[in-house]
C-alpha cells in the first residue's frame, strides 16, 4: 500500500503506539497507511473508548478491531484468577466471516504471544470442544456455538476485557439479539471491558441494540462516498422470460475474471447455476444448505481462480472475501437495500475498482426505488442492445441418484420374483 492510493488516508499505522510485534505483523501483510475507518477510529480505540464504527465492506474494518484487541491485550495483563480462559471475544454472524476474521488474526498475532481459537456451527464439534480445553486469549465464534460451549463449562466468559460485535445489524436480522444478551449477561459489566460494534450500514435498531450494549460509545462513521466511486453501477430492464440471455450475454462480453451472481432464492441459483454450465460458463453453486467443509472448499477454489463465476443466495453476501471480483451481477434485486450494499461490496474492495450489473425485471423490480434511497445514488440505466442477448442452450437435466434403499428392495423383490412358485391360472396345470 502506498499513500498515492486514494482510498488511504495520510495516517500511518507507525504513528499509533501499537506494540513493535503488531507493527511488525501489519509491516508482513504490506499495511503502511490507514484506510478512513481505521485512521478515525483506531485514536478513539486506543484510548480505551467504546466506539459504533461504520464504513462500506471491504475498507478494513475487521483490521481495525483486531488491531485494537491485540494492542488491548497486550497492553495489560490478564484479570486475576484467569487460568488460560477467553481475555477478548469477537461475535460474527456466519461461519464465512468468523472463518475470515480468525485468518486475518492469525496474521496480525504472528509475532505476539496470544492465541487465537474460531468455534462455529457446521464443523467438526469434537475438534472444537478439545480447542477450548487449550489456552485461548482471543475468542472469533458464532452465537450458538458459544452459549452451547458455555453451558457446557468448556469455557468462561467472566474473564472477557474486550468485546467485538461484527457486522451487528446482520446478527440482528438473523435474530439474534437474544442470544446476545444471553452471552453480555456473563461477562464483566460494561464498564469492566472494552466495546466495539462495527457494521458496513448502522439503522435505528442497532444503534439502540449498542447503546444498550455499551457505556457512551462514539459513533464514526466514514459515508458511502468514500467508497463509492470504485464500484461501477449500471442496471439493466428485462423481462423475467429474458434475464437469463441476458445474464450470459453480459458475461461473454464482459468475460469477467471472477464473478458472484446473485439470486433471491435457492431454486432460483441452482437453474442459473445449470444454465451457465450448459452454455460453457465455468460455474459452481453456493447456498445455505451446502456442507461447510464444501463451502470453504468452494470460496477456496474460486479464490483460486479455479472457475469464474460463484452463483450464490445473499449467504455469500458478507463474510465471504475474495480478492479480485471484479464484477457482480444481481440477477435479482434484493428485497432489503441494506442487502444491496453489502452484495456490491464483494467488488471494489480496498484499492481496486469493480463493476455492480443489475438486472431489473418484473418481479423485483419495485425494489429499485428504495434501493437508491437508501444508496443516496442513482443506478444508471442502460439499453439492452441485441448483442447483449445470448442464443441460450437448454439446461442440462439434473441427475438424481436413485436411493440406495430403493435399490435394495427393488433388488430383493426380484430375488424373491425369481424363488416364488408360479401360481397364476394360466400355468395352473
Known amino acids: 500500500m502506498t499513500d498515492t492510493n486514494q482510498h488511504l488516508s495520510s495516517k ?24 478512513p475507518i481505521q485512521a478515525n477510529t483506531l ?5 480505551n473508548k467504546n466506539i459504533i464504527g461504520q464504513a462500506e465492506t471491504g475498507t478494513g474494518k475487521t483490521a481495525t478491531f483486531l488491531i485494537a484487541t491485540i494492542h488491548s491485550l497486550l497492553r495489560n495483563s490478564p484479570r ?33 504471544d496470544l492465541k487465537t481459537r474460531v468455534v462455529y456451527g457446521g464443523a467438526n464439534y469434537v ?41 451487528a445489524d446482520r446478527m440482528l436480522d438473523m435474530g439474534f439479539i437474544k442470544d446476545v444478551r444471553y452471552l453480555i449477561r456473563k461477562l464483566p459489566p460494561a464498564e469492566k471491558r472494552l466495546n466495539l460494534l462495527f457494521s458496513a450500514t448502522i439503522n435505528y435498531k442497532v444503534k439502540e441494540f449498542a447503546y444498550e450494549l455499551m457505556n457512551d460509545p462514539q459513533i464514526i462513521s466514514v459515508e458511502h462516498k468514500n467508497t463509492e466511486p470504485s ?18 450475454g453480459l458475461i461473454n462480453a464482459l468475460k469477467p475474471e471472477r464473478a458472484i451472481v446473485f439470486a433471491n432464492m435457492k431454486s432460483t441459483a441452482e437453474n442459473v447455476t445449470a444454465f451457465l454450465a450448459s452454455n460453457d460458463i465455468s460455474a459452481e453453486l453456493l447456498s445455505g444448505d451446502v456442507p461447510q467443509k464444501k463451502r470453504q472448499k468452494l470460496v477456496e ?17 458478507r463474510g465471504i472475501h475474495v480478492d479480485s ?34 438486472l431489473v425485471c418484473e418481479s423485483y423490480a419495485f425494489y429499485l426505488p428504495e434501493i437508491e434511497s437508501f444508496t443516496g445514488k442513482k443506478i444508471p440505466m442502460e439499453s439492452i442492445s441485441q448483442d447483449l442477448i445470448a442464443e441460450v442452450k437448454p439446461r442440462a437435466p439434473r441427475k438424481r441418484k436413485p436411493f440406495k434403499n430403493a435399490q435394495k428392495k427393488s433388488g430383493n423383490r426380484q430375488q424373491r420374483s ?4 408360479n401360481t397364476s391360472r394360466g400355468n395352473k396345470n
Not at 451481477?329 to 450489473?357: K, M
Open 80 to 112: 486475576e484468577g484467569n487460568n488460560h480462559q477467553p481475555r477478548a471475544l469477537i461475535l460474527a454472524p456466519t461461519r464465512e466471516l468468523a472463518i475470515q476474521i480468525f485468518q486475518e488474526a492469525e496474521a496480525l498475532t504472528k509475532y505476539c
Open 301 to 317: 477454489t474460486f479464490g483460486a481462480g479455479k472457475f469464474n463465476v460463484l452463483v450464490a443466495t445473499d449467504v455469500a453476501a
Open 127 to 167: 475438534k472444537q470442544k478439545q480447542q477450548m480445553s487449550q489456552h485461548c486469549d482471543i475468542l472469533i465464534a458464532t452465537v450458538g456455538r458459544v452459549i452451547d460451549f458455555h453451558k457446557q463449562h468448556l469455557m468462561q466468559l467472566k474473564y472477557i476485557e474486550t468485546l467485538v460485535l461484527d457486522e
Open 418 to 421: 425369481r424363488h416364488k412358485p
Open 325 to 358: 471480483v471484479t464484477h457482480v451481477f444481481n440477477y435479482d434485486l434484493p428485497q432489503d437495500p441494506e442487502d444491496y450494499v453489502h452484495r456490491i461490496g464483494r467488488t471494489g474492495r480496498i484499492g481496486s475498482s469493480g463493476h455492480a450489473i443489475n
Open 43 to 47: 485514536p478513539v480505540i486506543l484510548e
Open 231 to 248: 464500484i461501477e453501477q449500471i442496471a439493466y430492464y428485462v423481462s423475467n422470460d429474458e434475464k437469463i440471455a441476458v445474464l450470459i
Open 12 to 35: 500511518k499505522f507507525t504513528d499509533f503506539p501499537l506494540p513493535d510485534a503488531l507493527l511488525k505483523a501489519i509491516d508482513d501483510l504490506g499495511y503502511q497507511f490507514c484506510t
